[in-house]
């Protein structure tokens, strides 16, 4: 399967049995195009009180500096014409720097960081544009095959599907 939006040989296939997550979480069909009304710009399912002061600061919630890096992410949402999307609600959650997330169904060796849920929000201002400040995420050990680890990475759930990011 190849998606218009990736060069051949750019990126590893979407579904890939020996990564197991692949075959469970890789689409299977064809993206659809789905014609928005125009205009398609804003997002009014969005909604500017869900998101709180130090939303988009995820190294403010706890009492003092959470450890490892501190790192800026920043994209543009865009349309699949590639227009920008204002008002887009962008959410981002990750491990601490461990590898570790604040969850129950995480309880793998690495320490949490008390200092650190790895949860943030925004809405896109009215160029597309996000900007998170967070700590560089750690990876961890994910069951695909044995040993394996998940490298670093940070989930991006978007209420728009084209977007481009960058830390
Ligand atoms: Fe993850």
């Given at each position: 399967?190849q998606?218009?939006?990736?060069?051949?040989?750019?990126?590893?296939?979407?579904?890939?049995p020996?990564?197991?997550?692949?075959?469970?979480?890789?689409?299977?069909?064809?993206?659809?195009r789905?014609?928005?009304?125009?205009?398609?710009?804003?997002?009014l399912?969005?909604?500017?009180?869900?998101?709180?002061?130090?939303?988009?600061?995820?190294?403010?919630?706890?009492?003092?500096?959470p450890l490892?890096?501190?790192?800026?992410?920043?994209?543009?949402?865009?349309?699949?014409?590639?227009?920008?999307?204002r008002?887009?609600?962008?959410?981002?959650?990750?491990?601490?720097?461990?590898?570790?997330?604040?969850?129950n169904?995480?309880?793998?060796?690495?320490?949490?960081?008390?200092?650190?849920?790895?949860v943030?929000?925004?809405?896109?201002?009215?160029?597309?544009?996000?900007?998170?400040?967070t700590?560089k995420?750690?990876?961890?050990p994910?069951?695909?095959?044995?040993?394996?680890?998940?490298?670093?990475?940070?989930?991006?759930?978007c209420?728009?599907?084209?977007m481009?990011?960058a830390?």
């Amino acid at each position: 399967m190849q998606f218009d939006a990736v060069a051949p040989g750019s990126h590893p296939p979407l579904i890939y049995p020996p990564y197991k997550s692949t075959t469970k979480r890789g689409p299977s069909q064809e993206p659809l195009r789905i014609r928005a009304p125009a205009p398609v710009s804003t997002n009014l399912a969005a909604r500017s009180s869900l998101i709180l002061p130090n939303d988009t600061d995820l190294t403010l919630h706890g009492h003092s500096a959470p450890l490892g890096e501190k790192i800026v992410v920043s994209g543009v949402v865009r349309d699949e014409d590639g227009r920008p999307v204002r008002n887009s609600l962008v959410e981002i959650w990750q491990a601490n720097s461990a590898g570790r997330y604040w969850h129950n169904r995480d309880q793998h060796e690495a320490p949490l960081d008390p200092n650190f849920y790895g949860v943030g929000k925004m809405l896109t201002d009215d160029e597309g544009r996000y900007r998170f400040v967070t700590i560089k995420p750690g990876p961890y050990p994910w069951g695909n095959h044995d040993k394996a680890w998940r490298p670093a990475h940070i989930h991006f759930p978007c209420s728009a599907t084209c977007m481009r990011s960058a830390w």
